[in-house]
């Protein structure tokens, strides 16, 4: 259905040539096509059905993260949102049609400046009035940060925005109206969008501070099955978690690209370093890749893409197995966006590293994609609070996540070890999860632990589908080295003895390398020049030229006694 995306017109642009703006623009371009190509329905994003998790997991969605962070709002939370309630609002239905068609884009506006982590406490309210309500900031800390609303670039834009509901003044808590935020041309009455600065090295877009100035708009507006439930919810807090139903599976979905890139990284650098030479004391040029310093980071990268890639599959069926407590499905996906991630920051930056001066230059990719990485470690939740969240409920034993047996592997011996540890600890301290020892003894091990059990899980999946022992026994290493003193203590690996494993690994991954980077299967998607001498020069003659006729004036210098 996609196989022509690469090659489309709009993903062969060389965008480190155009303006900023031009390039926001590309990535709004983009995204529509992405939807027109895909042509989902309501009903697939609700359930996220295959068709869904192929658009969200196409590599395509790793060229341009500006594009996937339209398309992540756009799709899984506004379209997501909306859909579970068409069945009994079908005066929905034109405005989300229009949103699948991409006429209409959906923006997703929760978090405020003064409430991040804490979005639960958003103040911006909808007063209920004899017409509808009337949506209002009543501070500038209540403005909402930081989806793209600016009308800049020729499309409607609608929101999704989480107000306070008031009746009579009273606090009915959080829920969400649908707000027109601007048309093809202009912010629409009582509707402001400041938009905010660049982020260095990654691709721009649009990223906004939006406030709303006494916003009239009609009960329709309430996105609710019963648009005159205004009740008091008995619990808040779940009701809240109900409304924002989208955000477990969009902390899945966000992931997806990142396996992607580092799969791009991977093969980019084992590509580089296997046709970049230098001449030593001979006069035979040596391929960079014959060093291990060079190797080491390209086999753990590949290896990490391959394990990743034959994983996300897995929890992405399991995450939409409705039978699962709700909780579990969560507590998965804040395993693997935290796994995901940290392996991103530990792959990347190191091969793009050991492609010297070249790696750094945004045509190579591995630069702008590590900077536009940190952003997803915060969006649809940051990652360690995340994690401080569900270690917490882990160790409190409200639920448990299914971990492999701790006889199938070193790994799930960590993980179920570190897991039982901090539970013993947890049962030991004075006062318990609401101690000062909680959070000073505790807390600051919830994301290695959250890592760990990702690590046991992604290569349980790895040996149950086959990947090949080099591949796993890289992948192993790479794990080891998060926590050398665990391993060194209860599975008698001494440094030496980890080192030597490394080896052995290394060893017995370099003959298949070739065979690794192609199965990575994302050289369609690569377009960096430096990963042959072809594509370079072929670079080379498309960058802009500066030539001309100027002579220069030598001053002459006279020797002085």
């Known amino acids: 259905m996609a196989h022509h995306l690469p090659h489309h017109p709009l993903f062969t642009t060389r965008i480190e040539f155009l303006p900023t703006d031009d390039r926001v623009s590309l990535s709004y371009q983009r995204a529509r096509l992405l939807m027109h190509t895909y042509n989902l329905s309501a009903s697939d994003v609700q359930v996220c059905s295959p068709k869904y998790w192929a658009m969200m997991t196409d590599p395509i969605m790793s060229l341009d993260t500006a594009m996937f962070t339209v398309l992540a709002a756009h799709v899984g939370l506004t379209i997501g949102t909306l859909s579970r309630h068409l069945h009994k609002r079908p005066d929905l239905r034109p405005l989300v049609n229009r949103l699948l068609r991409f006429d209409t884009v959906g923006i997703y506006l929760l978090t405020e400046r003064g409430h991040g982590l804490d979005a639960f406490n958003i103040e911006t309210t909808a007063t209920k009035t004899p017409e509808g309500f009337i949506i209002n900031t009543p501070r500038e800390e209540a403005c909402k940060f930081m989806p793209a609303s600016t009308p800049s670039f020729g499309i409607p834009k609608v929101a999704l925005v989480m107000a306070r509901l008031i009746i009579d003044g009273e606090d009915r808590g959080p829920r969400f109206f649908i707000v ?3 048309n093809e041309r202009e912010m629409f009455k009582g ?14 877009l649009d990223f906004s501070i939006t406030s709303f100035n006494q916003v009239h708009v009609p009960f329709s507006a309430l996105v609710s ?23 477990p599976l969009g902390t899945l979905a966000v992931t997806a690209p990142w396996i992607s890139s580092i799969k791009a990284a991977a093969f980019i650098a084992g590509r580089y370093s296997m046709h970049r030479s230098l001449v030593g004391k001979g006069t035979d040029p040596i391929p960079i890749i014959t ?19 034959n994983w996300f599959p897995m929890v992405a069926k399991f995450s939409g197995d409705k039978s699962l407590d709700h909780r579990v499905r969560h507590g998965i996906a804040v395993i693997v966006k935290t796994t995901v991630c940290r392996h991103f920051q530990r792959c990347v930056p190191e091969v793009a590293e050991r492609c010297g001066a070249q790696g750094t230059f945004e045509h190579n990719y591995m630069a702008r994609i590590e900077n536009d990485g940190k952003g997803v470690i915060i969006a649809e939740g940051d990652v360690l609070t995340l994690c401080i969240r569900l270690f917490s409920e882990l160790l409190l034993q409200r639920y448990k996540i299914p971990l492999p047996d701790p006889s199938e592997s070193l790994l799930a011996r960590h993980a179920t070890s570190i897991l039982e540890e901090n539970i013993s600890l947890l049962s030991s301290l004075r ?22 059990m990702g690590h046991a899980l992604a290569y349980s999946a790895g040996m149950k589908s086959g990947l090949p022992k080099p591949i796993l026994d890289v992948y192993e290493c790479a794990v080891i080295r998060r926590d050398p003193a665990w391993y060194s203590e209860n599975a008698g690996l001494t440094r030496i003895l980890q080192r030597i494993r490394e080896d ?13 980077l192609n199965n990575l ?32 004036i030598h001053d002459q210098v006279q020797a002085m006694l």
């Open 504 to 516: 052995e690994a290394i060893t017995s991954t370099l003959p298949h390398l070739d065979t690794y």
């Open 521 to 552: 299967a994302i050289e369609e998607y690569v377009s960096a020049p430096i990963i042959s001498d072809e594509a370079w020069k072929e670079y080379h003659d498309a960058m802009p030229v500066f030539t001309g006729n100027a002579i220069p």
């Open 191 to 204: 509707v402001e969008s400041i938009r905010l600065g660049a982020r260095p090295g990654t691709c721009p």
């Open 180 to 182: 027109p935020v601007c």
């Open 431 to 452: 006062g318990g999860h609401r101690s000062e020892s909680f959070n000073s003894l505790i807390l600051p091990q919830a994301e290695l632990a959250v890592e760990a």
């Open 291 to 309: 060093f291990r310093t060079q190797q080491w980071p390209i086999a753990h990268a590949t290896a990490v893409g391959l394990v990743m890639s």
């Open 225 to 247: 099955s019963n648009i005159y439930d205004h009740s008091l919810p008995t619990s808040p807090l779940e009701k809240w978690w109900d409304e924002v139903w989208r955000i």
